[in-house]
Antibody, heavy 118, light 110 residues
């Protein structure tokens, strides 16, 4: 059974940094693209970033480009999101998802809450 | 910047049929965008319904179907049930490792 478990969320001040992690199990991790999708309070889903199976391709939403960095460790079946220069508008539940690269997101984690506030 | 459009809300009667759409602020949606659809109830993670335009995800009832209608992707629910009352999101693959979600449709079954 596929499991995606996010961690690393919490309360952080504007301008500071936070690193999210996603531990994956139940599938061959390096066969899949991995993604971060967020949902602000009372808002819709927003794709944040994606990384191909071998880290050869990464993509970012305009709203986070230059501030967030996605990475993965295939040996440890883990996905990461380094978030720098955080803003109040980055406050959201951050979901980790997997899927075939260039297609869709087939499994989702339960999310981790990031709150950016002074 | 590309905007993916969805109806903000829709209402359907129990047993009825409803079609939700997913469009582009500029241009037409085609299969090349690999449209996919997700269902989300409050406080829960999204659930994948449809991918690659019209392929149902494992375990999804066949009352959910996907298609291209005109210049938009579409999600049709046939024989709507009370527990279909949810938020529905589409997402399009723009190429070069970029995806964009629509704003979501809040579906009411009453």
């Amino acid at each position: 059974e596929v499991h995606l478990v996010e961690s690393g969320g919490g309360l952080v001040q504007p301008g500071r940094s936070l690193r999210l992690s996603c531990a994956a199990s139940g599938f061959t991790f390096d066969d899949y693209g991995m993604y971060w999708v967020r949902q602000g309070p009372g808002k819709g889903l927003e794709w944040v970033s994606g990384i191909s199976w071998n880290s050869g391709i990464t993509g970012y939403a305009d709203s986070v480009k230059g501030r967030f960095t996605i990475s993965r460790d295939n040996a440890k079946s883990s996905l990461f999101l380094q978030m720098n220069s955080l803003r109040a508008e980055d406050t959201a539940v951050y979901y980790c998802a997997k899927g075939l690269w260039g297609s869709h997101f087939d499994y989702w984690g339960q999310g981790t809450l990031v709150t950016v506030s002074s | 910047q590309t905007v993916v459009t969805q109806e903000p809300s829709f209402s359907v009667s129990p047993g009825g049929t409803v079609t939700l759409t997913c469009g582009l602020s500029s241009g037409s949606v085609s299969t090349n965008y690999f449209p996919s659809w997700y269902q989300q109830t409050p406080g829960q993670a999204p659930r994948t319904l449809i991918y690659s335009t019209n392929t149902r995800s494992s375990g999804v009832p066949d009352r959910f179907s996907g298609s291209i209608l005109g210049n938009k992707a579409a999600l049709t629910i046939t024989g709507a049930q009370a527990d279909d009352e949810s938020d529905y999101y589409c997402v399009l693959y723009m190429g070069s490792g970029i995806w964009v979600f629509g704003g979501g449709t809040k579906l009411t079954v009453l």
